[in-house]
């Protein structure tokens, strides 16, 4: 300790006070890199948080003296993690954020009924259902802001046709894109909650004018395309998915590659079929008509007079013969109910017409003597179970033309490299923490060797030179004492007097400032012994 207090009582004005700003600028490293490790992770309570409501939810913070921290031109708000649930919730309670321009059913909450007309009714009413569905779409993770806008045709009287409502939706997504589920069930969504609102007359846009819905006609034909494209992509993933995952598990992990090319027919057919058979009689009705008739004829004088006419002419006087005649007739008539079935066919889109897949399966891979992986091709019956296997997994049928192509080639990418891959997967999700820590670290490694390992070699050269000094001031006096002894007694030879010299080079100018006040004593009291031991030394 006295070493290093010497020290710096020989050091210069410049020395010192680059020393000293050393020492600050390394205390206040030191102390930041304890604070930022140290201070809480921070989380955003809120984003797009419009500024009159950031104003007020920043005085919140002040007045519970939480710390805060405010980005994006003071639209997002920062909290510690472990306390954004408790303030989200006390927040909420005191109405913040209220979302800016968004309005809900909280129109009608403080609005004087009295005096207020229909029109005013009806469009709060259309303000406060469109406010609703945005909070209610607000709230799925792929959606940061959005507005909905609704029309609302007024049902006249005596009119025959009905205009539909319709709405649009323009949101702001979180991600770059949005998938067709999503996107279909918000149209639904939007649909279920305005009364005589259909799904396909929701228009649905982005903020970066990108159509994601297109209202109108439901059989919109750009509407069937995207739909039978994304089945037919849907269909291929799940085919090819199958090979691979059947094949990895006698081949290997990443040994397998398949594509698969589908042809699906999307025509919809319906067909009506009334088959009758003929076999399959049965009596509906029967009506029989039968009829008798007789008829008695006789064969009376032809001759025509007055007596033959009267009526009542004697029987007698009428000659002739009688004749007699029978008639019968019968009639039946059978109604049958013939059976008949009638067949309504409807032949639904996505049919597959045509498979065609290839299959890229990898080699197999022995050690050789040398310790290199050798490579050798799989044999002529394995690619043929392999192709086995393809067919039965895909469903193959010869009829429709279905085509399956196993080849075995050596892939560029080995094992070792996807393993390799894998293991630094890690380092690529955690990469900007780890450069700011090889930061933090290379900037204190570099403190500590050219700040702290200077300072703390030359405070131990220091204390050795010092200890080598007062080893040398020792020697000196115990030198001189036997000097000035020898002369006293006048005894002296040249081998003492060699045993007496001091190396002078390596006290470097530094000696004890009591060495030098010892020395001067005894200079003073006796001034010619000291004379004769100079003129030695100068001799020597």
């Known amino acids: 300790m006295n070493a290093i207090v010497q020290n710096f009582r020989e050091m210069n004005q410049m020395k010192i006070a680059a020393l000293i700003g050393a020492a600050f600028v390394m205390i206040g490293f030191f102390t930041f890199l304890a604070l930022r490790l140290s201070a809480p992770v921070m989380t955003p309570l809120f984003s797009n948080v419009p500024l009159a409501d950031g104003g007020r939810i920043v005085a919140e913070l002040d007045a519970k003296n939480i710390p805060y921290e405010l980005r994006a031109n003071g639209s997002q708000i920062l909290v510690p993690t472990d306390q954004v649930n408790r303030l989200r919730l006390e927040m909420a309670e005191m109405g913040l954020p209220s979302s800016g321009s968004i309005v809900g059913y909280e129109i009608f909450d403080n609005a004087d009924m009295l005096g207020t007309s229909n029109f005013v009714l009806n469009v709060n009413q259309i303000r406060a259902l469109e406010g609703e569905l945005a909070r209610t779409i607000k709230e799925m993770d792929i959606v940061d802001q959005v507005r909905v806008h609704l029309v609302m045709p007024k049902r006249e009287l005596f009119a025959r046709d009905n205009v539909e409502p319709s709405a649009s939706v323009a949101m702001r997504l979180r991600s770059s894109s949005i998938g067709k589920r999503e996107v279909a069930a918000i149209r639904h969504l939007v649909a279920t909650a305005v009364p005589g609102l259909k799904p396909h007359n929701v228009t649905i846009?982005?903020?970066r004018g990108q159509l994601l819905a297109k209202g109108g006609d439901e059989q919109d034909a750009s509407t069937m395309s995207d739909d039978a494209e994304d089945f037919?992509?849907?269909?291929?993933?799940?085919?090819?998915?199958?090979?691979?995952?059947?094949?990895?598990?006698?081949?290997?992990?990443?040994?397998v590659k398949a594509e698969v090319t589908a042809q699906i027919d999307f025509d919809r057919t319906v067909r009506n079929k009334e088959v009758y058979d003929p076999e399959?009689?049965?009596?509906?009705?029967v009506?029989?008509?039968?009829?008798?008739?007789?008829?008695?004829?006789?064969?009376?004088?032809?001759?025509?007079?007055?007596?033959?006419n009267l009526p009542n002419a004697n029987a007698s006087d009428v000659a002739g013969n009688t004749l007699q005649r029978d008639a019968n007739r019968a009639e039946e008539t059978t109604n049958y109910e013939i059976s008949k079935e009638v067949v309504n066919s409807v032949k639904e889109t996505g049919t597959v017409k045509r498979l065609s897949v290839a299959?890229?399966?990898?080699?197999?891979?022995?050690?050789?003597?040398?310790g290199a992986q050798q490579y050798s091709e799989r044999s002529a019956k394995e690619i043929e179970t392999l192709t086995n296997l393809v067919k039965s997994a895909i469903g193959f049928d010869a009829a429709r033309g279905d085509e399956v192509r196993v080849v075995n080639m050596r892939f560029a990418a080995t094992e070792e490299s996807l393993l390799e891959e894998d293991q630094l997967a890690w380092l690529k999700d955690d990469l900007t923490g780890i450069i700011q820590t090889l930061v933090l670290g290379g900037v204190a490694i570099l403190a500590i060797l050219l700040v702290i390992?200077?300072?703390?070699?030359?405070?131990?050269e220091n204390a050795a030179i010092a200890q080598e000094l007062e080893e040398e001031d020792q020697?000196?006096?115990?030198?001189?004492?036997?000097?000035?002894?020898?002369?006293?007694?006048?005894?002296?030879?040249?081998e003492e007097a060699d045993e007496d010299m001091i190396n002078i080079d390596r006290i470097q100018g530094k000696v004890r400032s009591s060495t030098y006040k010892k020395i001067n004593n005894l200079v003073e009291k006796h001034p010619e012994e000291t004379v004769q031991i100079l003129r030695q030394w100068l001799m020597g």
């Open 287 to 308: 009506q029989s008509v039968s009829e008798n008739e007789r008829e008695n004829e006789s064969n009376k004088n032809q001759n025509v007079s007055v007596a033959n």
């Open 453 to 460: 390992r200077p300072l703390v070699v030359r405070a131990l």
């Open 475 to 494: 020697k000196l006096l115990a030198s001189s004492a036997a000097s000035l002894e020898r002369l006293t007694d006048q005894s002296a030879g040249d």
């Open 205 to 207: 846009v982005d903020s």
């Open 280 to 285: 399959g009689q049965v009596a509906r009705s």
């Open 359 to 370: 299959v890229l399966v990898d080699g197999i891979y022995a050690e050789g003597k040398d």
């Open 232 to 255: 037919r992509t849907a269909y291929e993933k799940k085919v090819r998915s199958t090979i691979e995952r059947l094949l990895e598990q006698s081949i290997g992990s990443g040994k």
